[in-house]
């Protein structure tokens, strides 16, 4: 066991697990555990490699701005970096990903701008195009461009893929990983064909990915959306080799959440959802397979950053991945019930310092207001600013006070329809079943419910 000097000493030399709880089938399933990085991914890896790639060649120099287009993780590996090494850092992210994601790039002193995810390559808000026009118009600013950066390969060439190969006692028989720039992929897998031509590179793949079509056909199909983060893409990046890739399998976002969460209840280790994608992928291999192999999966970041997502099951129930219960009334509206105790609640002697700190706590803007297992009341983030501004002391005042004690209930066999009228009054329906409160029906549940149907 050594000490280290600084925490970029600490990048590479990940750990290897044994899935031993996993259905591989008649294979053994090994994960190279990249979110044992201090960065929580396998791209602290390349963002070293790249920074200090470029520091050699002349492209940065003290005082000067990283620019990068990244799904966070890249971001974040380069924030660590730039932090150690006293750099600025610009970062481009789409839209969809995570708000850990952000958060942990912001604390570590990045500048992070979000743009749409919604659009192509040549748009102008599309992330590369972005990251590269920003990069441009600043002094001093070097646009890492990982996506066609050789050092993302050597990063892997002569890290990530020697490491497998001895971790693994010179015996593999196939890795999977995906491709977010295609840089593990690459380098990881020229390593081991030098090593080892036998050894199978398998292309874990998101489905809307082009990558998978496009090895199995020959022919770029459009490209689709998906919710599985930092994997998958709408081209294919520069220093991509797909020459490499024996297999492709694809993998929806329900099969790589669920089986993210399957890796934290079987095997205690919380993974991200590229994890879940190449897990899942890696299984669907193990289990065709006729002869003992062995097989490795590489793990490219933590779950830490998902936790508002795949880990949420009030998230994963909106997104439809997770089966509810199915009661054919508007039960099936309500996000969370009360009578499960599943809602946010306060009561009516409670002061309003309480409810502002649950619903800033639990991000909801409204509560009920319930005495003895009875709803009396709702109190909204309306009610509180109308109580509070311009007399702070009412902080300390009862919820009784000042919630609406007129509620707009709503039966629970009453019809969809019912809803708006209620809705359009600005109001919130409280759905009752007789005298027995179930739950509060938002705006967004029943979007939720509606975009449900048509999935």
Not at 26 to 49: H, V, Y
Not at 53 to 71: D, Q, Y
Not at 373 to 385: N, P, Q
Request: proline share 5%.
């Amino acid at each position: 066991m050594r000490t280290y000097d600084n925490v970029l000493e600490m990048i590479g030399g990940t750990p290897m697990l044994r899935l031993a709880r996993m259905d591989a089938g008649p294979c053994t399933l090994f994960a190279k555990l990249e979110m044992q990085n201090p960065g929580g991914s396998i791209k602290d890896r390349i963002g070293l490699a790249m920074v200090e790639a470029a520091e050699r060649e002349g492209r940065i120099s003290p005082g000067g701005t990283l620019v990068e287009a990244t799904a966070g993780n890249t971001g974040l590996g380069l924030a660590l970096v730039a932090a150690q090494k006293g750099y600025r850092l610009i970062v481009v992210m789409p839209d969809k990903m995570s708000r850990e994601k952000v958060a942990h790039l912001r604390a570590l002193g990045a500048e992070v701008v979000m743009t749409r995810s919604d659009v192509g390559k040549g748009h102008p808000e599309y992330y590369q195009d972005l990251a590269a026009r920003l990069a441009k118009e600043k002094a001093n600013a070097f646009f890492v461009n990982q996506f066609a950066n050789p050092a993302n390969v050597r990063a892997h060439e002569e890290g990530t893929g020697p490491e497998i190969w001895e971790q693994t006692g010179h015996r593999v028989d196939a890795v999977v990983c995906g491709v977010g720039s295609g840089g593990t992929l690459t380098g990881v897998g020229r390593f081991l064909k030098r090593q080892s031509p036998g050894t199978k590179m398998i292309l874990a793949d998101p489905e809307g990915s082009v990558l998978a079509p496009l090895i199995a056909t020959g022919h770029m199909p459009n490209a689709g959306s998906w919710l599985v983060e930092g994997m998958g893409e709408d081209f294919v990046p520069p220093i991509c080799d797909l020459s490499l890739v024996d297999q492709a399998i694809t993998v929806s976002d329900r099969e790589s959440f669920l089986a993210a969460r399957e890796i934290l209840a079987r095997e205690g280790l919380l993974v991200g959802s590229s994890a879940g994608c190449i897990v899942a992928a890696a299984l669907r291999w193990c289990r065709a397979q006729t002869a003992p192999q062995r097989m490795v999966a590489i793990v490219p970041d933590s779950g830490a950053k998902y936790l508002s997502k795949m880990f949420n099951d009030y998230w994963m129930l909106d997104q439809g991945f997770l089966d509810r219960p199915h009661h054919g009334n508007l039960r099936d509206l309500v996000a969370r019930s009360h009578t499960a105790h599943e809602d946010y609640v306060v009561g009516p002697s409670e002061t309003l310092m309480n409810a502002y700190g649950r619903m800033k706590l639990y991000d909801v803007s409204q509560l009920p207001v319930i005495d003895q297992d009875r709803i009396v009341g709702i109190i909204d983030e309306s009610d509180l600013l109308i109580a509070v501004f311009g007399h702070e002391q009412a902080f300390k005042e009862p919820v009784a006070k000042h919630m609406t004690a007129r509620v707009e209930t709503v039966a629970v066999d009453a019809p969809v329809a019912a809803l708006m009228p209620i809705l359009r009054a600005e109001r919130v329906p409280i759905v009752m079943d007789g005298a027995t409160f179930v739950g509060l029906i938002t705006r967004i549940d029943l979007l939720n419910y509606l975009r449900r149907k048509v999935a």
